[in-house]
């Protein structure tokens, strides 16, 4: 006999009467399925139930429930947990006890979901860690998938260095904390940047602990903006402004620097805190000023390049972080304060004399006007009084227009040194700004470095003429150009003005003269030195008919005088011419009968 027939024991009770009269047989099928539905568990539609993974693949998660068939679950379901394992127990939603091919339909991402807003809440609260797995990119940020919540994940808030590539972190699952829940509108922010943070708080508050002043460290440049770099001194972050970058002017620090260059840095300065950590660059090497040239003096001339421009002035970089300020007003000798931009730009190589030169301060002022003589050290040789020259005008005033004959060479003409006859209100009227005129030098004044100039000079005085021409009692045809309060402007030959009050624009009909006619002036005043003319019209026909009363007042005098002759008593002595004439007619008619 053997050793496993010896182990063979009969069941203790087993009916074998029953089985030899064959009754056991009686037991249906039926009874049998019943007997073993009832050792499973009682699954419902539509619930969510505990299962365990028997097996998995990178397509499908095989899970029991202890039911009697197991439910085929997505692998897709389970992306945000990367560790699952054989044995392990998950949550499953009971979509549907049999489809129609008797299999059980099981979904864990609806069971995650059903409890999902709870856990999340919860989670917020306790500050919990949490998985999720990054689905896709949005804007501004990431999707991910936490408990089957769709979550937000900033930008700023996936890791504590700027993330240039979004890309790298779909499909991962990380690790994050929930930030932020809006409970009207159910959305989630989470952040994996707060986990970094919190493991670097402990490293930071050590680092910051030995900060001094003066001190040297390595460091990694995290950032780069427009006004400076941020460095990463491990775990802090530190701005060097960037004006601190270099000795020389620095327009981009792009220039100077590159993202995750190590630097060596010194602390410049920070608050009490120390949170905000100022570093520089350019003190781990020696000022600039420090290694200028020590023969260098007030005088010299210099090169450089123009680094910046303002309206007053533009900085000349002489050697790098060693400028020079060139003012405005030693541009040109003009007087005219002018914007440098005028002058020059940004890029420009000049060449300037030394004016000041102050090395405790690192100070220094340049010209380039004293690159050239000025005009007028010699100005009575190039412009002396009598002679003539063209002029730009350059502007106007009340009284005079101001011209340049050269750059640096002003002079005046005032405005009653435009025109010998015309009567110039304002300059304006006369000429324009940009245009040229001809001027003849009347005086200089070297001191102010102003020239006194006029114009009308160019020509012979006219009123010479016009005395001989215009003499008082004199008529000439003129024409009304403009009316006004106290009379009317009236043009005469040769662009010469007069002027007629009201009472000499009365016409003989009565009626007052209007603007724009042509009529015949009397001359009633001549002024040659205040180039006065006085006219009138009304004593064009008022003057004559003067005349002509005082011209019959004189005939009408010596027969006044016959009159007045002494009275004849004799009547024949006392007859008249007229009484003669009428007895002569009527001896005529006697002597012819009638």
Known sequence: ????????????????????????????????????????????????????????????????????????????????????????????????????????????????????????????????????FIKCRTKGGMIVDVFGIEAFLPGSQIDV??????????????????????????????????????????????????????????????????????????????????????????????????????????????DDEKRR??????????????????????????????????????????????????????????????????FLKVGDDVEAVILTLDRDERKMSLGIKQLREDP??????KYPVGSKHTAKVRNFTNFGVFVELEEGVDGLIHISDLSWTKKVKHPSEFTQVGAEIEVIVLDIDKENRRLSLGHKQLEDNPWDVFEEKYTVGSIHEGKITELLEKGAVIALDENVEGFATPKHLQKEDGSQAQAGETLPFKVIEFNKDSKRIILSHSRTFEDPAREEKKAAAKKAAPRAKKEEAPKIENVAASTTLGDIDVLAELKAKMEKGE
């Open 376 to 381: 007028w050290e010699n100005i009575e040789a």
């Open 277 to 342: 950590i100022a570093l520089g660059l350019k003190q781990l090497t020696p000022h600039p000023w420090d290694a200028l040239d020590a023969d260098l003096k007030v005088g010299d001339h210099v090169t450089g390049k123009v680094v910046v421009i303002a309206d007053y002035g533009a900085f000349v970089e002489v050697q790098p972080g060693v400028e020079g300020l060139i003012h405005v007003s030693e541009m040109s000798w003009s007087q005219h304060l002018r914007s440098a931009q005028e």
């Open 1 to 132: 006999m053997s050793d496993l027939t010896k182990n063979v024991q009969p069941l203790q009770d087993f009916d074998w009467e029953e089985f030899e009269n064959g009754t056991s047989a009686s037991i249906s099928k039926e009874e049998l399925d019943k007997a073993y539905d009832e050792t499973l568990n009682k699954v419902a539609d539509h619930q969510v139930v505990d299962g365990k993974v028997i097996s998995f693949d990178k397509k499908e998660v095989v899970v029991n429930i202890g039911y009697k068939s197991d439910g085929i679950i997505p692998a897709s379901e389970f992306r945000y947990n990367p560790d699952l394992k054989i044995g392990d127990t998950v949550e499953v939603y009971v979509e549907s006890a049999e489809d129609k091919k008797g299999q059980l339909l099981l979904s864990h991402k609806k069971a995650r979901m059903s409890k999902s807003w709870d856990r999340v809440n919860a989670a917020l609260e306790a500050e919990e860690v949490v998985q999720g």
């Open 161 to 270: 260095h700027p993330i240039r590539d979004y890309d790298q972190f779909v499909g991962k699952t990380m690790e994050f904390k929930i930030v932020k829940i809006n409970q009207e509108f159910r959305n989630v922010v989470v952040s994996h940047k707060a986990l970094i943070e919190q493991e670097l708080e402990a490293q930071k508050k050590e680092i910051i602990g030995r900060l001094e002043k003066g001190q040297i460290l390595e460091g990694t440049v995290k950032n780069i903006t427009t006004y400076g770099v941020f460095v990463d001194l491990g775990g802090v972050d530190g701005l060097i402004h960037i004006t601190d970058l270099s000795w020389g002017r620095v327009d981009d620090p792009h220039k100077v620097v590159e993202l995750d260059q190590k630097i060596n840095v010194v602390i410049l300065d920070f």
